[in-house]
């Protein structure tokens, strides 16, 4: 397991899992953390490496279909 796992920003980091859902706080500090850190933290830029979205942003759907 890495250091900064993708997995935490995703399903347990306090302000990302609420920015996602709208909380207009969490979406601020994530904002302000953005440009303080030129990117944000290293969970969310891990996040965004492996699943190509921003850390306030919902995973897009996953299509069944596809092989």
Same mark, same amino acid.
């Given at each position: 397991?890495?250091?900064?796992?993708?997995?935490?920003?995703?399903? +347990?980091?306090?302000?990302?899992?609420? &920015?996602?859902?709208?909380?207009?706080?969490?979406?601020?500090?994530?904002?302000?953390?953005? &440009?303080?850190?030129?990117?944000?933290?290293?969970?969310?830029? &891990?996040?965004?490496?492996?699943?190509?979205?921003?850390?306030?942003?919902?995973?897009?759907?996953?299509?069944? +279909?596809? &092989?």
């Amino acid at each position: 397991m890495s250091l900064f796992n993708p997995a935490f920003c995703e399903k +347990h980091c306090p302000v990302c899992t609420r &920015a996602r859902k709208g909380h207009w706080f969490a979406k601020m500090l994530q904002k302000v953390e953005s &440009a303080v850190t030129f990117g944000g933290c290293p969970w969310g830029r &891990a996040r965004r490496r492996k699943y190509g979205v921003r850390p306030d942003e919902p995973l897009p759907p996953q299509d069944i +279909h596809k &092989a």
